[in-house]
């Protein structure tokens, strides 16, 4: 009686390729799926992030300039104390800043438009102490970006209303001996994210033009609407 012969079952070169390569297009669909996902949290947290930076870039401009104080930090030609000076990318003003920042006391505060290196600008601000004899601010150090990336922006300004008519917007504040009483920055950012326009009421008396009364008048009346 001969032998019966069992034959190894398996598989062959052919199919074993063929299951590594349905594996490998299983994980590469895995890969491709974890990484539209990762992406896709990136960007989300990169779009709260940038949000975030506009809330609080809106929130610190708003704070300072509604309590800027009546108080002299240069002269012009003749000699006369100035409080305020703004043109279309550029504004200084003395305010405090908030809690232990403002240790020093109230600082010249510069709100600048600047070119960023990348076809746009960046919003900066710098601070700068107040000498007691008047002989110069003193830098508090380098200058802080509030936003980066902006396509376009402007500041503004709105003078106090008189009997014969309101006051009007304009790209500059020619007298600074006084103080406006709106001032407005429009940026649009190169994100597409949305900068809600920001109109900021100063709470210091626009009428305050080279009188040092009137000055502290307006002092004590911001003071008192705190």
Do not use: C
């Not at 550029?90 to 290196?117: D, I, M, S, T």
């Not at 009483?181 to 597409?192: F, H, P, Q, T």
Request: neutral net charge.
């Amino acid at each position: 009686m001969k032998p019966q012969h069992r034959h190894a079952s398996g598989f062959t070169l052919i199919e074993v390729l063929g299951s590594l390569a349905l594996l490998a297009l299983l994980l590469l669909g895995v890969y491709g799926g974890i990484r539209a996902a990762t992406q896709s949290v990136r960007a989300g947290e990169a779009a709260i992030g940038r949000l975030d930076q506009i809330r609080s870039a809106q929130m610190f401009l708003r704070r300072e300039l509604a309590q800027t104080l009546a108080l002299p930090f240069a002269k012009n030609d003749n000699g006369e104390n100035l409080y305020f000076i703004g043109d279309a990318h550029e504004l200084r003003f003395v305010a405090p800043l908030p809690g232990y920042l403002g240790r020093l006391g109230p600082q010249l505060q510069q709100l600048k438009l600047v070119p960023n290196g990348k076809g746009g600008s960046r919003l900066e601000m710098s601070f700068a102490i107040l000498s007691p004899d008047g002989s110069g601010a003193k830098s508090l150090g380098e200058p802080e970006v509030l936003i980066d990336n902006v396509r376009e922006g402007s500041f503004s300004y709105r003078g106090a209303d008189t009997d014969q008519q309101p006051g009007t917007w304009g790209d500059t504040w020619p007298d600074g001996r006084a103080i406006p009483i709106l001032v407005r920055i429009d940026l649009k950012l190169d994100s597409g994210d949305g900068w809600p326009l920001l109109e900021v009421p100063l709470r210091v008396d626009p009428s305050a033009v080279g009188n040092q009364f009137n000055v502290l008048r307006g002092l004590n009346r911001g003071q008192v609407l705190r």
